[in-house]
Nanobody, 119 residues
């Protein structure tokens, strides 16, 4: 399967920035899109940002204008640049690979990385 290894989480003050990285390996030719999700305690896991093979990007309304997703194919890595962080952004962030097999979408997940934003 596709393996996802995340890094870059940590503690930052409100207004600061972090960049998350997700290195992917395996049969990468089956990846249709990469995405970042996040989940706060007691909350659902929600989509933060997605980038498709054609570089089409979409974002949750709560992060538009602050977060940027990008992909470096040479390094097999997807990034999430997070600026102007707010305490509400505190969550575990998960890297997601959307796999297209026979026209059907499957999902692989990273282990998650904690992002904590202090007020």
């Amino acid at each position: 399967q596709v393996r996802l290894v995340e890094s870059g989480g940590g503690l930052v003050q409100a207004g600061g920035s972090l960049r998350l990285s997700c290195a992917f390996s395996g049969i990468i030719s089956v990846i249709n899109a990469m995405a970042w999700y996040r989940q706060a305690p007691g909350k659902e896991r929600d989509l933060v940002a997605r980038i498709r093979s054609g570089s089409t990007m979409n974002y949750a309304d709560s992060v538009k204008g602050r977060f940027t997703i990008s992909r470096d194919n040479a390094k097999n890595t997807v990034y999430l640049q997070m600026n102007s962080l707010k305490p509400e952004d505190t969550a575990v962030y998960y890297c997601n690979a959307e796999i297209l097999v026979g026209g059907l979408v499957h999902n692989d997940w990273g282990q998650g990385t904690q992002v904590t934003v202090s007020s």
